[in-house]
């Protein structure tokens, strides 16, 4: 009789401790989620542009409150920059399985904005649109969200979808389970860039010195968007980027282009002749040994076509007739290291136009690079080509007397901090643990993508805290990050909610 007592309450203890009923996701979000606007709305009206050193305390007190208000303890890590936000709690009920210290990595700041181009009052004060007959985006009332819900209803700010949204979205689903009694059996860390879009400069230095409080099993990364088709998504890599501005030269100020136009040499034609000079018609890139080292076998190939791109859809979305050829389809030619001119500058247009031979011409360069690729070595590619072409290159101005001396010259300047590529191998148990939590949210295999396009700067973590990492991307991707009216969809961020939930509870698998 006393042991079949002892056996009743070992059974008991076991019962309480892991045999934890699955939550009903969306029964649960669906009860709680217009709780949860008000946060979001807080949240968003603050700016947080990490150009602007004062934007970002408020961010972080915010952050605070709201993630002690969870059980998490709190610190904001010094930087050489500016603070990174750290939040961590331990599990009450602790797995016994391979995973059982989670890290995840958002980021905090935004874009810069132009006020000027954005279809509402600010930036900065959210607004819930939603698509009027004429398919424009028309304002309608904040308290809409107490009483109806509309998943293709947008609410429009900088940076609620890269990357508040998907922060906001964990703490949502971490009150929902604490109201519904809902545990995680993981040891939670989460770590919130404050420099991101700036290509966070001291991230790398920051998780060496604190690599033992950062130290976890897997690393999720809750940034970007899903694939286009808004279907549920896992990306197992992103390229990285290495930017370069390149300067050319004219005369030393602005001549009048009456009296030297066919005399002085002009920078624009120059520069348009030395950018035309480094990709052929197709868009490929011509600078011999560009493109050494990339390789695509069969199963990559497999994983490349899975994914269910149309080429069509891509046209009309975007507005052109025929893509560039660097590889065979969409996903091919992500896993090519790009170049790609962001911008261009010389003299003025239109209505400030002057008739008038520029003093200089600049242009803006992305390198988007892949983990077969070396971003010194690309760079020095770019330079050897320059130099075949006759510039003489520098990195700085040139002097007078150089100016004097060398018909051709250009500038070649690094500009911000680099990001490395990674990729992560399908089919490890973290892959197949974090599938198994996605098709609990949606009921069916995520997309699974190889490369995305867009850069994260992860890859310290990879390299000190010898983790796997696997992008969970949650917001739609015709969110218009990092351009004017930025916005989340709302159908996505009940979906993000469903899935913090998921993962946050996701049992062991086999």
């Known amino acids: 009789m006393k042991k079949a007592f002892y056996l009743f309450l070992i059974t008991l203890t076991a019962l309480s401790t892991h045999a934890q009923p699955k939550p009903d996701l969306e029964a649960t979000v669906q009860k709680h989620v217009k709780n949860y606007y008000g946060d979001l709305y807080d949240f968003m009206v603050l700016p947080s542009n990490a150009h602007i050193k004062e934007q970002v305390q408020p961010n972080l007190d915010w952050l605070k409150k709201t993630f002690e208000k969870q059980g998490f303890t709190t610190e904001a890590l010094p930087t050489g920059g500016h603070p990174v936000f750290f939040a961590e709690k331990k599990s009450a009920a602790p797995t016994t399985g391979p995973l059982k210290t989670l890290l995840f990595y958002m980021h905090f700041d935004g874009q810069p904005v132009e006020p000027e181009k954005w279809q509402q009052e600010s930036p900065y004060k959210p607004v819930l649109k939603k698509r009027a007959a004429n398919g424009q985006w028309e304002a309608i009332e904040w308290s809409n969200l107490q009483t109806g819900y509309d998943p293709e209803w947008r609410i429009f700010a900088r940076a609620v ?47 060496k010195k604190y690599k033992d409080k950062l130290a976890a099993d897997f690393l999720m990364v809750m940034d970007g968007g899903r694939h286009l088709s808004n279907e549920p998504t896992l990306t197992y890599g992103c390229r990285g980027i290495a930017t370069i501005t390149l ?97 261009l500058v010389c003299g003025n247009i239109g209505e400030k136009a002057n008739t008038i031979v520029p003093d200089e011409a600049i242009a803006e360069i992305d390198l988007r690079l892949v983990p077969e690729t070396d971003p010194d070595r690309l760079v020095a590619l770019i330079k050897k080509h320059i130099e075949v072409k006759g510039y003489l290159v520098l990195n700085r101005k040139p002097t007078d007397e150089e100016r004097l001396k060398y018909p051709k010259i250009v500038t070649l300047l690094e500009r911000e901090a680099r990001m490395l590529p990674f990729r992560t191998d399908f089919g490890i148990y973290p892959d197949r643990w974090l599938t198994a939590a996605m098709m609990r949210t949606f009921g069916k295999e995520p997309i699974k993508i190889r490369m995305t396009g867009g850069s994260v700067p992860i890859v310290p973590f990879l390299r000190e805290l010898n983790l796997p990492a696997i992008h969970v991307p949650m917001v739609n991707m015709d969110n218009n990050q990092h351009a004017a009216n930025e916005n989340l969809r709302l159908g996505n961020y009940v979906e993000g909610i469903k899935t913090w939930i998921a993962i946050l509870t996701q049992e062991q698998v086999k």
């Open 161 to 207: 979808s890269d990357d508040k949204g998907p922060i906001l979205m964990l703490l949502a689903a971490l009150d929902m389970m604490q109201k519904e009694n809902i545990k995680s059996p993981y040891h939670i860390k989460v770590i919130l860039d404050s420099e991101e879009e700036i290509g966070a400069p001291h991230l790398a230095e920051t998780v």
């Open 247 to 343: 300067s050319t030269y004219g005369p030393k100020t602005p001549q009048h282009s009456g009296h030297y136009g066919n005399y002085a040499p002009n920078p624009a034609l120059r520069m348009a002749q030395l950018l035309a000079s480094m990709k052929d018609e197709d868009g490929r890139v011509t600078i011999p040994g560009y493109y050494d080292g990339i390789k695509i076998d069969d199963n990559a190939r497999k994983i490349l076509a899975a994914v269910p791109d149309n080429p069509e859809t891509i046209k009309q979305k975007l507005v052109f007739a025929e893509p560039d050829k660097v590889g065979a389809n969409y996903q091919e030619a992500l896993q090519y290291p790009s170049l790609n001119v962001r911008g």
